[in-house]
């Protein structure tokens, strides 16, 4: 008996002993912690995903991106420009998407995640911004001039900067913004003329351009953000619910008529050849349309948003050149050249303060 109380007494001691060490080992670990959050001892934030992505790789997305980009817009401007049916054409540029992506998914190039309610709703609402933002700017070319039209259009890379600086707490290096300055003002350049507009035209081209930078912000953040989806998960989900609604636009608009009109005229005297002739023309263009939104889906999820709004005003200054050089559409002035000058060295400085701040991630 006495044994045992000595036993446990000496189990007492150690307990209180390991107690003893445990509160020290705590409050050194406090200690440490304390240490720990000074301003100079705090981990380093994780790089942005587009600072993560090999230079070759991002370049190779780009330059796809671009190259489909400009390929479609000549092709509907040699092609297709008397095809008055722009919801309709949107809607088969959406079918390709969800028939090519579909084909993707069978052959084995992507996996589907497991969604739940709310992430399915968060993908119907993002094709209701995609849809909504082909309506703005439809809508915004009826009530301003073209190049009114454009010139607004320019500052959509001033206006992802502010949705990520306010909503997501991100900033860039003052070479970045810098940068931003001759590529919207040069774009603006480029895209001088009559400027027409009314009080209400000016506030929908303005909402249609933040809409264009949140949706082009929110296709990144699905893509890189906690929800994660891969590109072509994220192309394959979105495109048959985009190509609904833009029928839907496209049967209000009253484009169905006008496009039997336009086949009808073409089949008139027996001209079977023509319609054949159009109907691949059409298909075509939605191969390419489907080839684009691979590029742009997978170059906005390794460059990022801010690049691919910077990519589209390059765009218009390269149009606006190959416009004089190859259609003679435009009689050029010293102030359009200025422009396509600016443009080309601001995305130059653009693309190095990215490298730049790419580099010093990686340290």
């Known amino acids: 008996m006495l044994q045992k109380q000595e036993e446990e007494a000496e189990l007492a001691l150690l307990s209180h002993d390991d107690s003893e060490s445990t509160l020290t080992d705590l409050d050194d670990h406090d200690h440490h912690d304390l240490e720990a959050n000074r301003k100079d001892a705090l981990p380093e934030k994780t790089p942005e995903p587009e600072y993560q992505t090999p230079t070759t790789l991002k370049f190779l997305w780009l ?23 722009p919801w309709l054409l949107t809607c088969l540029h959406t079918s390709f998407s969800a028939l090519g992506t579909f084909i993707m998914l069978k052959r084995g190039y992507f996996k589907l995640s497991k969604l739940g309610r709310k992430e399915h709703l968060i993908l119907v609402a993002f094709s209701v911004l995609f849809t909504s933002n082909i309506a703005m700017s439809n809508l915004s070319l009826s009530l301003v001039s073209l190049a009114f039209f454009q010139i607004i259009r320019n500052t959509v890379p001033l206006f992802t900067v502010l949705i990520y600086r306010i909503w997501f707490s991100r900033s860039y290096a003052t070479a970045t913004y810098l940068s931003l300055i001759p590529i919207v ?38 893509m890189t953000g906690s929800l994660a989806l891969p590109s072509m998960e994220l192309l394959f989900r979105m495109s048959p619910l985009a190509a609904v ?118 340290k």
Not at 69 to 75: A, D, H, L
Not at 200 to 215: M, R
């Open 63 to 85: 330059t796809a991106y671009f190259g489909f980009s400009m390929g479609i817009t000549i092709y509907n401007k040699v092609i297709l420009g008397s095809f008055k049916a």
């Open 185 to 222: 003002a040069g774009a603006g350049m480029c895209t001088a003329g009559d400027y027409h507009y009314s009080v209400i035209g000016l506030a929908v081209t303005i909402g249609g351009v933040v809409l264009a930078a949140v949706k082009t912000v929110t296709t990144n953040r699905l």
């Open 245 to 362: 609604q833009s029928l839907i636009f496209g049967i209000i608009a009253g484009e169905i008529p006008i496009f039997i009109d336009a086949m009808t005229e073409r089949t008139q005297n027996g001209a079977l050849f023509p319609t054949l002739l159009t109907a691949a023309l059409l298909l075509g263009n939605g191969l390419l349309a489907f080839f684009l939104n691979v590029a742009s889906f997978n170059t906005n999820k390794i460059a990022g948003a801010l690049t691919i709004t910077v990519c589209g005003n390059l765009k218009q200054a390269i149009t606006l050149a190959l416009g004089i050089v190859l259609f003679g559409d435009f009689s050029v002035n010293v102030l359009n050249g200025l422009g396509i000058f600016l443009v080309l060295a601001g995305c130059a400085f653009f693309s190095k303060s990215e490298l730049d701040s790419k580099r010093r991630a990686a």
